[in-house]
């Protein structure tokens, strides 16, 4: 059950990164997708305006975090 929970988590998490990218600039790439120990969805991102980073979510889906990277 945790395991289906985790899987859908991480296409919440993923549906979540990309309206949150498309209001951040027009053209993005999501670059990986991981799930840490302790129940963090770590996404990835690249986009065409200069941002790069992650966006973190719990297992389950709901936003945690954004970090972007220089």
Known sequence: MRQYKTDKGGKVAVKKTKERLSKLC???KITRKELYKGGTWKIHF??????????H????GNYKTTIYHK
Do not use: A, K, W
């Not at 690249?46 to 966006?55: M, P």
């Not at 979510?57 to 389950?60: A, E, G, L, Q, S």
């Open 46 to 55: 690249t986009t065409s305006c200069g941002y790069r980073g992650e966006v």
């Open 57 to 60: 979510f719990y297992h389950d």
């Open 26 to 28: 027009s053209t993005y």
